[in-house]
């Protein structure tokens, strides 16, 4: 607060803020600058006071060449919540040390974003080199300009604290705003995304405990989603929150998912070519396949539910269209056979547990104990005609 808020103890200070101040208010024209203001330094790091003098003003604007307005006005308030109260303006606006501003290169509210954009990367190293890998910024190396950048997702006037300061962890009002910030670009996926099991429990009730676009796509070093590997790699994804006692017991949800699913024909496939040949595509259905990717439903959802026997079939048949109304039955859901889920099997598996070994213990018994027969009786002298 000390940074915005300080005293004039500068004499040529008067004379900026004094021009400055009719310059704003229309009173005096913008390039009529007294000599002691145009051969000033400008603003001291951590001092924001001669900035906030102009860029306070409410409708502060700037006319670009393409017709678009710049908004330049900063509300100091929301600047003391951002996570960036402690900067200076001239540490990110290193190109516009003192006043009169320099030449104003941008065309359009576009090439103000590109232009600033890095800067970020002074602070935010580690996440600016990720982002570099990620499927935003090989679109924006490709040519693509309205691929997302920084300041795209992040406000760097108001953008707020993201993490726990103790543990690292991201704060939940945090986690709640990230759907909205991926909508300003994906808003249709948004949409569907929101009547979804899991964003209908974040964005309707508040409820964190439920995945968000970051857990499955990243945060800076978001990949394309479209490939081979990220579709071999997505029951992993998946499997991060469903395999979590703290998180499915909760909400009655087997643990089992992953194991059952790494247990039959398609998980056993689908793991082979993720762990030998990741780049390759397999026919073979992952988790989304199925269940759907972002417009996941409850499974007991009678319009598109797993759990309804013809929503069942009717996934079955993306792959085997010939499948009949008994095909599904041959599937257990995702659970492990026990005397109350599918009884049948588990007691089948159960006698065989025991049968199987009987049988085996008891021909090793038996070669054994001939074995030890023939071997004294050799040593006795007998011998069998």
């Not at 993490?163 to 910030?181: C, F, M, S, Y």
């Not at 676009?213 to 070093?221: A, E, K, L, S, T």
């Not at 025991?354 to 085996?360: A, R």
Request: net charge neutral.
């Amino acid at each position: 607060m000390s940074k915005l808020v300080t005293t004039m103890r500068k004499p040529w200070l008067a004379v900026i803020y004094l021009v400055l101040g009719l310059t704003a208010a229309g009173l005096a024209p913008p390039f009529v600058q007294p000599a002691a203001a145009a051969s000033a330094p400008g603003p001291q790091d951590g001092d924001n006071t001669a900035c906030l003098f102009c860029h306070s003003q409410s409708g502060l604007v700037r006319l670009l060449p393409n017709g678009e307005s710049l908004p330049l006005t900063i509300d100091a308030s929301h600047f003391i919540a951002s996570a960036h109260n402690s900067l200076g303006c001239v540490e990110c606006h290193t190109a516009i040390p003192a006043f009169p501003h320099p030449e104003f290169k941008a065309g359009s509210l576009r090439e103000v974003s590109l232009l600033f954009y890095t800067t970020c990367r002074q602070c935010h190293q580690e996440q600016y080199d990720k982002a570099l890998d990620s499927v935003h910024q090989k679109a924006l190396a490709a040519g693509n300009t309205h691929a997302a950048i920084c300041t795209d997702c992040h406000n760097p006037h108001t953008q707020t604290p993201l993490t726990d300061v103790k543990t690292g962890r991201l704060l939940p009002e945090a986690r709640l705003n990230i759907p909205q910030t991926c909508a300003r670009c994906h808003n249709a996926i948004y949409e569907q995304y929101k009547a979804s099991v899991h964003g209908s429990a974040l964005v309707g009730e508040g409820n964190t405990d439920v995945p968000t676009c970051i857990d499955c796509h990243g945060v800076h070093n978001i990949q394309n989603p479209t490939t081979a590997s990220f579709r071999l790699y997505s029951p992993i994804l998946c499997s991060k929150c469903h395999t979590d006692p703290v998180i499915m017991d909760k909400y009655g949800i087997s643990t089992q998912v992953l194991t059952t699913y790494v247990a039959d024909f398609h998980g056993t496939t689908v793991t082979l070519f993720e762990k030998t040949s990741p780049d390759q595509v397999t026919n073979k259905p992952v988790c989304f396949d199925c269940h759907g990717v972002h417009n996941i439903q409850p499974v007991n959802d009678p319009q598109y539910g797993l759990a309804m026997k013809q929503n069942l079939l009717a996934a079955c048949h993306k792959c085997h269209p010939d499948a009949t109304a008994n095909f599904p039955g041959a599937w257990m859901s995702h659970y492990i056979p026990s005397p109350t889920e599918y009884p049948v099997v588990y007691y089948v598996n159960f006698f065989y547990k025991i049968f199987i070994p009987t049988v085996i213990g008891g021909m090793v018994i038996y070669v054994l104990s001939d074995f030890t027969r023939r071997l004294i009786e050799r040593r006795k002298g007998v011998r069998h005609v």
